[in-house]
């Protein structure tokens, strides 16, 4: 007989729900809604995207700090109310708050932080490790069950009326997880906090090399397809497609591809399956980039975009289970607030070096050069999913 995941486990996929709802509409969507409104659209989304993850790393490092058991949901609240002002800010002053488009993202930094730290901390201590794999299919069908109503939903909208009006929509979601947060009790026995020493926790895992190699995957992660990569596509999308309305179809139809992965990774895979499967999701994003950046045009981009979505979202998934079973392991021992602080620290900087280069191209390249550019984020995809492979052979969990 399987084992029932924790009750606790189905709140925490409605907290990434709710926010997967959230970053589609203020990443992909808003995206669209810069190039549209800005002379100088590159420059102004990676200022934006720069501050963001400066922001997530900074205050990554200050929540896991000062977060306790007991306080994990208040900053969660607080994460609530900072989307709640974001939607807001967008609502009252439409396209003149992207003259404070720096303002923009170091308030969606400080959400994605408040969000995540609180998240990933009671994912690490609330899953066993034996059900990390299903959890995180449960969680991924969830958020790509969302990515196909909501897009098109958005799509329309923002094409019949604004992007400003959209905004409400986001909104009660928000005071819905809000509410759902009184819900999760701290833990009786969290009286006695042990600090959180991040410092200390970097100057050790110098004799980890697996722990070093995990976050060097972060790292690239980060500078890939969690940071800039979609950012491009979504730019590609705009120059090839038009308006949001098609951006929000094909978001949608490569959601609910998704779904039948997700679930047969999440229900049938091993870990003994893992590097195969990293394998083929390489050779496949490879074929697909390949052919793409030779013959540039909108047939060859929806069979790339397909084979991203697909491919990357295992690879992330998969990736994503490494970390938290590392948590697992006897290196890390009582130190998961420090080691996915650290995570979260690394997977920024990446994101972060990732824009940067971005914003070279819109200061001194031109758009022209954007097709280099991804060719550069596809081979970092390609390793990165090699050394995944080769992080799990080495994760022994301990049950």
Not at 61 to 85: D, E, H, Q, W
Not at 183 to 201: D, E, L, V, W, Y
Not at 255 to 261: K, N, R, W, Y
Request: aromatic share 16%; net charge positive.
């Amino acid at each position: 007989m399987k084992s029932r995941l924790p009750n606790i486990a189905y709140k925490l996929v409605s907290f990434s729900l709710i926010d997967a709802v959230f970053a589609n509409f203020i990443g992909t969507f808003f995206i669209f809604y810069i190039m549209q409104s800005a002379a100088k659209y590159t420059t102004a989304i990676s200022v934006f995207s720069i501050f963001i993850w400066l922001f997530t790393g900074v205050f990554f490092a200050l929540t896991a700090k000062f977060m306790t058991p007991r306080n994990k949901m208040l900053v969660y609240r607080a994460a609530c109310l900072m989307g709640i002002s974001f939607l807001s800010i967008i609502i009252l002053f439409g396209s003149m708050a992207l003259n404070y488009i720096w303002f923009l993202g170091a308030l969606k930094g400080l959400y994605v932080a408040f969000v995540y730290m609180p998240y990933n901390t009671m994912v690490a201590q609330n899953i066993p490790a034996p059900l990390m794999a299903r959890y995180q299919g449960i969680q991924g069908i969830s958020q790509s069950v969302a990515k196909i109503a909501f897009p098109i939903l958005l799509g329309l909208i923002i094409t019949g009326a604004s992007y400003e009006s959209t905004a409400w929509l986001i909104i009660p979601l928000f005071a819905i997880g809000f509410i759902l947060s009184f819900t999760i009790r701290p833990p009786q026995n969290s009286a006695k906090q042990r600090p959180t020493k991040i410092i200390g926790f970097i100057k050790s895992i110098r004799k980890h090399s697996l722990v070093r190699r995990m976050l060097s995957v972060e790292f690239l992660r980060g500078l890939s397809h969690s940071g800039v990569m979609a950012t491009v596509i979504t730019m590609y999308i705009k120059y090839l497609f038009g308006t949001p309305l098609n951006l929000g179809i094909l978001t949608s139809v490569f959601a609910a591809v998704t779904i039948a992965f997700q679930f047969l990774v999440g229900a049938f895979a091993k870990k003994s399956h893992f590097p195969r499967i990293l394998k083929y999701c390489a050779l496949l994003f490879l074929a697909a980039s390949a052919t793409f950046l030779i013959w540039e045009n909108q047939p060859t981009f929806i069979f790339y975009n397909f084979c991203f979505v697909t491919t990357v979202t295992l690879i992330s998934m998969l990736t994503d289970i490494n970390v938290f079973n590392v948590c697992n392991m006897k290196i890390i021992k009582n130190q998961k607030v420090e080691y996915l602080a650290v995570r979260e620290i690394v997977l920024n900087l990446g994101r972060v070096t990732g824009f940067l280069g971005l914003l070279m191209i819109g200061l001194f390249g031109g758009d022209s050069w954007l097709r280099w550019f991804l060719a550069a984020l596809c081979g970092i995809v390609i390793v990165l999913t090699y050394m995944s492979a080769k992080n799990t052979k080495k994760i022994k969990i301990c049950y």
